[in-house]
């Protein structure tokens, strides 16, 4: 509560000191001749004695005269004083603004109405606003105003064959890292069955399910038809064209792999994924494949896929796969879940180190320091190198640092703290740090028809890990880097690139609590590629081209 006394102070009357009031009374109402009696010394007769008795009741009467003056007009002080009070109450608060714009009180004197009352005095309240900052710009991000689609009713087609490997069981699982121990098969027989009965729930909502032929040890789940229409798609795009960063052929994975119905699904040999046949595929699931029909979902623990698809489009270097987030009761109970493009060019890879070539930590070091095929140099038979180019290994340890993925280059987890969640705690590899050199590397993987680039598979990233947890023996060996992706670091540009291409994915905006939950997950990569940058100036690191 605000207001002003000093009109008080300047109205301040002998009343309010009450010792002052009794010897003004006694100085003013005595006669000089009672003084004199009573200042001087005078022989104690009957005379004196009468008259100061007499004074003493008269100065008795004066006493109790001023003191039923006294508490009246306390009481005249305290009732302003509620009153004001009560209009300062009454006043709305507007709060103080945080911009430094405050304005100072306006401390006036009291002034009195018409019938003589003191009114109370002016008050001034300061606002509390909340000073407005300018959002990041996204654009395309405003949605138009929707049309009226009429509804149509679903075509059930004709029905889709029985899906089959055509003889190609050994090469999923090969590039699905395939267990084959019976303990397993339970298992994907055991999440068969849940399939089939939300499969026989589905039927009795007015979708055609249907299931045909039986069951083998790769986990043939079944046929699945006439699924609802959805009224938009998941995919949103409302400017005219789609972020420059990702190509048609992106978009149009994307749609697929988010907005396709599905004919088919298939218990993927690992037991972590799914395989699933998007309709409009050939009869078949091995040609379907082929042809880009086919996707893999994974569990909603690995949703860091598709924001680590979305930063490799960002940066430049083009090596992961379409990734998109997809809810479906056909598995994890609809919960949101990657689904990734099935990428049938990829080489094969073995069941222990999931890659196509088999390097250990040693020689990866040794090519690192070879540069194997820059600038067009064909290697020397002696340097052990292989087929792949040497700046892919940059483009790989900038990608895998700013989302710390260890699975790749550090599968001990040697170069920080892991932990108990991390699969090398899980699987005991922490301890296995006193030999490094002879460490697999794993997920490195190439196409078949281009051996020269890496495909980045498996990028599931990790969010929570403080910046003076990182493992740096990531970029150990590492003395180039991307121009293209070093650039859009040092731009300040790309929390607003990564705003706009993570919104188009309508389901992963919304399964990560919308625009404050992905502001979060960009604040750790902005912090990261500040102190990679920060890195790379301390170590004297190159920044090259690397388009080739």
Request: with cysteine; glycine share 6%; charged share 25%.
């Amino acid at each position: 509560m605000l207001f002003s006394s000093c009109g008080f102070a300047r109205e301040m009357t002998t009343f309010d000191q009450p010792s002052k009031i009794k010897n003004l009374f006694i100085c003013c109402l005595c006669p000089p001749r009672v003084l004199r009696l009573w200042t001087c010394r005078r022989p104690r007769t009957r005379r004196n004695l009468l008259v100061g008795t007499a004074c003493v009741i008269y100065l008795g009467f004066l006493v109790s005269q001023v003191g039923h003056v006294l508490p009246q007009h306390k009481r005249g002080l305290h009732k302003i004083s509620s009153r004001s009070l009560q209009d300062a109450a009454q006043t709305p608060f507007l709060g103080i603004p945080l911009d430094g714009t405050l304005s100072p009180p306006n401390f006036q004197e009291p002034q009195l109405g018409s019938n003589g009352t003191l009114l109370p005095p002016n008050v001034v309240y300061i606002t509390l606003r909340s000073k407005r900052s300018k959002p990041a710009n996204i654009r395309g991000t405003v949605k138009p105003k929707q049309r009226k689609k009429h509804a149509t009713s679903s075509s059930f087609g004709k029905h889709f064959p029985k899906a089959t490997f055509m003889g190609q069981e050994e090469a999923f699982a090969q590039q699905l890292g395939r267990a084959t121990h019976a303990t397993g098969t339970m298992r994907a027989a055991v999440g068969l069955e849940v399939r089939k009965h939300q499969l026989d729930v589905h039927r009795h909502k007015g979708m055609a399910i249907r299931e045909r032929g039986h069951r083998r040890p790769g986990g043939i789940s079944g046929v699945i038809k006439a699924q609802p229409q959805p009224e938009e798609s998941n995919i949103r795009i409302y400017s005219e064209s789609s972020p420059s960063w990702l190509s048609k052929e992106d978009i149009l994975n994307m749609r697929m792999l988010a907005d396709s119905q599905i004919e088919s699904i298939q218990e993927a040999p690992s037991h972590k994924a799914v395989l699933v046949v998007f309709a409009g595929a050939p009869s078949t699931t091995g040609t379907a494949c082929n042809q880009g029909h086919c996707g893999i979902v994974k569990r909603p623990l690995d949703m860091s896929e598709v924001f680590a698809f979305h930063l490799d489009r960002i940066l430049g270097l083009n090596r992961s796969l379409p990734s998109v987030s997809r809810r479906s009761e056909f598995f994890q109970d609809g919960q949101a879940c990657p689904v990734i493009l099935w990428d049938s060019s990829l080489c094969p890879t073995d069941n222990n180190t999931h890659s196509s070539v088999r390097l250990t930590w040693g020689q990866y070091q040794q090519l690192l320091k070879q540069k194997c095929w820059q600038n067009g140099k064909v290697p020397k038979a002696e340097w052990g190198c292989t087929e792949i180019h040497h700046h892919e290994w940059s483009k790989m340890a900038l990608f895998d640092f700013l989302l710390q993925i260890y699975n790749r280059l550090d599968r001990n987890c040697c170069g920080f703290k892991p932990l108990k969640e991390d699969s090398c705690m899980q699987q005991g590899l922490k301890l296995k740090c006193s030999n490094q050199d002879a460490v697999d590397l794993t997920h490195i993987v190439q196409r078949r028809h281009d051996r020269r680039h890496l495909a980045f598979i498996d990028n599931k990233g990790f969010f929570d890990r403080n910046e003076d947890n990182l493992d740096f023996k990531i970029l150990q060996g590492i003395n180039e880097f991307p121009e293209s992706a070093v650039s859009v670091l040092r731009s300040q540009r790309l929390r607003e690139k990564l705003l706009q291409s993570l919104f188009l994915d309508k389901i992963y905006w919304e399964s990560q609590g919308g625009r404050k939950g992905i502001e979060k997950l960009i604040d750790v990569i902005e912090r990261r590629s500040k102190i990679l940058l920060t890195y790379i100036n301390a170590h004297g690191a190159k920044v090259l081209p690397m388009n080739e």
